[in-house]
């Protein structure tokens, strides 16, 4: 990974991982893992507020939802607190990608 940033560890991007773990990089499926773990917990802690029925995820991210999406979803099932309990809501990508936030705001600024 650090290879594709030019050999300077501090310009690696999401880009380069996520091409990386395409390719089947175990290092940049294990940041994969983590990252997913981390976006999880941000989900889950939501959710033991608000209980929503969905979560749909955007912006840069959306451009690994291929990667993404396993392990966000497998990681909210095992943080996620009393899931016998509760319904647990859906986790998507956007379907806009990384233009859903864009797209919002200037259908937002139509409606104004």
Do not use: C, K
Not at 13 to 21: I, N
Not at 77 to 99: D, I, K, N, Q, T
Request: charged share 20%; net charge negative; aromatic share 8%.
């Amino acid at each position: 990974v650090v290879a594709m940033a030019g050999g300077d560890a501090e310009l690696v991007r999401g880009e380069h991982v996520q091409h990386a773990a395409r390719d089947g990089d175990p290092d940049a499926l294990a940041v994969v893992d983590e990252f997913g773990r981390w976006v999880a917990l941000g989900l889950v802690n939501l959710t033991n507020a608000l209980d929503p029925e969905r979560f749909v995820l955007g912006g840069g991210l959306a451009g690994g939802a291929d990667l993404y999406l396993g392990p966000i979803r497998r990681w909210f099932g095992e943080l996620l607190y009393s899931p016998e309990l509760r319904p647990h809501p859906s986790v998507v990508f956007a379907a806009l990608g990384e233009h859903a936030g864009a797209a919002g705001a200037a259908l937002l600024a139509e409606l104004s």
